[in-house]
């Protein structure tokens, strides 16, 4: 009867383990779309459904976050990185859907080098919250954390140099406006996965 009144801890790594999964299954999809561009449409469909797949653990999380007492991080940890998982997520689908919206003829290279980037840094982000579990596994964290920024760092370079040859070569303005966009916004993935890795990176410190 006692065990029926005391509140059961809630798991936030399993929340952050399914967040992070959902991450690499919507980049996945991105680079999919890019590469194969002639099934666009059931693509971005697919991938809006894993947006809103991460939306519901999201607001799962949040919900739990304020019912509990005791947490295994600071509660604005948590907070940030849930919430960072999860525009990662809604940016990765927010480039699919305006690839096809836009009705653009093809992906670019950039756009295919930039969507391989998300992919990177989406699985290596995943590894990196999976090692949270574990203080023994902090050292590798870090070094997953490291690979983030350099793919943050690698995105920015393919966003300059996309920008670069868009201005100079692309004699339609419509064209130029819905290529930057598509850009940028494929580029802000990568800056809130290098959010969430300076969250871990911030947890190991104060846990250490």
């Not at 699919?96 to 992906?107: D, K, L, S, V």
Request: glycine share 2%.
């Amino acid at each position: 009867m006692l065990r029926g009144l005391i509140p059961q801890e809630y798991d936030f790594f399993k929340s952050f383990d399914q967040a992070a999964e959902q991450a690499v299954i919507a980049a996945k999809l991105l680079l999919k779309l890019t590469e194969d561009y002639t099934n666009a449409d059931p693509i971005a469909r697919e991938l809006n459904t894993v947006e809103h797949a991460c939306d519901d653990v999201a607001h799962k999380t949040m919900e739990q976050l304020n019912k509990s007492f005791i947490t295994p991080l600071d509660r604005e940890d948590i907070h940030v990185m849930i919430l960072r998982i999860d525009d990662v997520v809604d940016l990765t689908n927010a480039a699919a859907n305006r690839m096809t919206f836009f009705g653009i003829q093809r992906p670019t290279q950039h756009a295919i080098n930039m969507a391989k980037q998300i992919v990177r840094g989406c699985e290596k982000l995943a590894e990196a919250v999976h090692g949270m579990r574990a203080t023994k596994h902090y050292e590798q964290v870090m070094r997953d954390c490291i690979i983030v920024h350099e793919v943050e760092n690698a995105a920015d370079d393919i966003l300059h140099t996309a920008l670069a040859e868009l201005f100079a070569t692309e004699k339609n303005a419509i064209e130029v406006i819905k290529w930057k966009d598509i850009y940028e916004t494929m580029e802000k993935v990568t800056d809130r996965l290098e959010d969430v890795a300076n969250v871990l990176q911030g947890v190991i410190v104060k846990m250490s």
